[in-house]
């Protein structure tokens, strides 16, 4: 998640979802039990609704009604009265100020928990070759581990925005601690998985975990700085994802290069761990005065529809027929499911995931871009991963240090596109990087078995940074346009969409892969005994096994060429896809950024008669 798209989310987070046009001069708390704000708005204070707590200031919220609703007392801060009738007990306040050391020391367990995050997302691509021997690993086939890959991006995109609503009600803390249990649990679960079974389950309890983390992190952030602080410490904490962007393959290598592929879940465990009596020690449970309402419906819709789908698209790559009833009946269903959830949600009063925004237009342009991008670069890496260490025969460590370009050119790509947006214009910056990346995924077409590893890595340098082009500010830039009030719901909607393209891109990508490895390798299985064309029809890895076992180097050199030849073909459709996110963006984002209008200033007459009355 950006952190322009998290302060936003954490801003819904902290006013309960309610829409908020302007936040009054804060105050220095004085004696008087009421004084007057800058724009003259009352605040009313009571002596016991600090709760031990300094209070340092006070802050009134104006909605589009004025109509006073009486006084509310905070779990953490003053007592504010402010209007409210449309968007009933509307309240916000200045957190507490927290030491500047103490400050520190929270960013430094958030950013650390972050971390986490960004490792566990990527240490598993350089794993999954390991996990497909059947000696050095599980021997997991290509479905499998699409499925260890899916699952924890499953979990992790249904449940994200449950969690910022059980937040709310239960305090961040409390949420977050949770998730980091779960998470090192499953962590540890995941590490000594006895099958492909196990780690499959693990890795969608890791995702729940991420899940609860990931909101809850962004929100005791937004609580604990305000002012100039929020933005550097926002600054420095979006500096942990190029961290774990860069570090995670690298990380993987090494330490598959030293012990048993569990070590790569194992190492979340002690880190987990310390997080853990950082938040008890350092945190305060800070939570929303307002409680966002639940959407168990729209939670279990969502994860039905998305695991059916998913189980259809990933079993027409096992059985490479689609007219299997257990192909097509699962994607069927999965679609109706999402339909109904659709559906649902349109008739919730306060949605989790507004489907309402997608019918805007740059809104949603913007997020099925997004979308097709995520689908082409997750497609992209699953092929990267078996191609590097699968067919070139690199070590882990070799292919983590191969893929550092890709980080690099994202975070320079992050860093360019603002300076390039604020001088041209969103589309003609992203439209461009978006066929660049689109380009760059269907240059896979032309590696090979004798690619230089130059010509690699400069592509993997160009595909990040085209790539890091577009997520960054167009991500920004669909949750800045919105109102205020719709600030949580669309960054609910543009994360789903972009874990939900992440899930279908790895289905998709992975069957392609599968069925056309096996059409590839059926002409040199002729002969071979009966167990071993079926093992060799499994996938590469399984061809290069077997074929050491019965001394037969030439059907290792076949699957390898029949590898290759997969991943040109999956390579081909997977930039199409990405051409086709180009085209989306080409369509519906505006020629030139509109200039923005100054702030409305509150209706200061209307809100003292209010006042008077």
């Known amino acids: 998640m950006s952190p322009e798209l998290g302060s936003q989310d954490a801003m819904r987070e902290l006013t309960g979802g309610h829409e908020i046009r302007s936040v009054a001069t804060l105050l220095k708390s004085g004696n008087p039990s009421t004084r007057k704000s800058a724009s003259g708005h009352k605040i009313v204070r009571s002596a016991n609704s600090t709760r031990g707590h300094k209070v340092r200031s006070f802050a009134t919220v104006l909605t589009r009604k004025s109509k006073l609703d009486g006084v509310a007392e905070f779990a953490y801060g003053p007592v504010v009265q402010v209007p409210a009738v449309r968007y009933p007990k509307v309240f916000m306040t200045a957190p507490p100020t927290l030491p500047k050391f103490r400050q520190q020391l929270i960013l430094s367990v958030l950013m650390l ?28 086939n290509p479905g499998q581990l699409q499925w260890a890959t899916g699952s924890y991006t499953l979990a992790f995109a249904t449940l994200m925005f449950t969690a910022g609503a059980l937040g709310d009600r239960f305090g961040h803390r409390t949420v977050f601690s949770s998730g980091l249990a779960i998470f ?70 090494f330490l598959l290069n030293h012990f048993w592929w569990g070590s790569v879940f194992l190492i979340n465990v002690p880190v987990a761990a310390l997080a853990l009596a950082g938040l008890a020690v350092l945190v305060p449970n800070f939570r929303s005065p307002t409680p966002r309402p639940l959407d168990p419906a729209g939670m279990l819709l969502s994860i039905g529809g998305l695991v059916a789908l998913a189980y259809g698209l990933i079993r027409a790559g096992q ?41 805007q237009r740059a809104f949603g342009g913007g997020n099925a871009a997004l979308g097709l991008l995520l689908f082409a670069v997750a497609a992209i890496t699953f092929y990267n991963a078996f191609y590097l260490q699968g067919a070139l025969g690199f070590s882990p460590m070799k292919a983590g240090l191969t893929n550092i370009p890709t980080a690099l050119g994202a975070l320079a790509g992050a860093l360019i596109a603002p300076r390039l947006v604020r001088r041209l214009s969103l589309r003609l910056v992203t439209v461009p990087a978006m066929i660049f990346a689109a380009l760059t995924m269907g240059g896979y077409g032309f590696l090979g078995l004798q690619t230089p590893l130059v010509r690699i890595e400069i592509l993997l340098l160009i595909q990040g940074l085209s790539v890091g082009m577009v997520i960054g500010p167009v991500t920004a830039a669909l949750i800045s346009n919105l109102p205020l009030e719709q600030a949580g719901a669309g960054s609910a909607v543009t994360n789903t969409v ?20 096996r059409r590839a390798i059926e002409p040199s299985l002729e002969g071979a005994p009966g167990p071993v064309q079926d093992q060799a029809r499994v996938s590469a890895e399984q061809a290069r096994y077997v074929a050491t076992a019965i001394h037969r180097p030439a059907l290792a050199q076949a699957a390898d060429n029949a590898f290759i030849h ?3 073909v999956g390579a081909g459709w997977i930039a199409v896809i990405a051409l086709l996110g180009a085209v989306v963006l080409l369509i519906t984002l505006p020629a030139a950024g509109k200039k923005k209008g100054p702030i409305p200033e509150p209706d200061h007459e209307e809100a003292r008669s209010s006042v008077r009355e």
């Open 566 to 568: 997969a991943m040109h």
């Open 113 to 140: 928990c972050s971390l986490l995050i960004w490792l566990d997302n990527t240490v598993l691509s350089t794993t999954l070759e390991t996990l497909a021997d059947p000696v050095r690993g599980l021997g997991a």
């Open 498 to 517: 972009r874990q939900t393209g992440s899930v279908i891109g790895i289905a998709v990508g992975g069957t392609i892969m599968s069925i056309m490895y």
């Open 184 to 253: 090192a649990g499953s962590s540890l679960w995941a590490a000594y998985a006895s099958d492909a079974g196990q780690l499959i389950a693990a890795r969608a309890a890791m995702g729940v975990g991420s899940a609860l983390i990931t909101p809850a992190n962004l929100a005791i952030l937004m609580w604990t700085f305000t002012g100039p602080a929020r933005a550097a410490a926002i600054s420095i904490f979006s500096t942990s994802a190029g961290v774990g962007m860069a570090a995670g393959p690298v990380l993987a290598g």
């Open 319 to 359: 059985v490479a027929v689609w007219s299997r009833t257990d192909v097509w009946a699962p994607i069927v269903l999965g679609l109706v499911l999402l339909a109904v959830f659709v559906l649902v949600e349109l008739r919730v009063k306060v949605p989790s995931f507004d489907p309402r925004l997608l019918a």
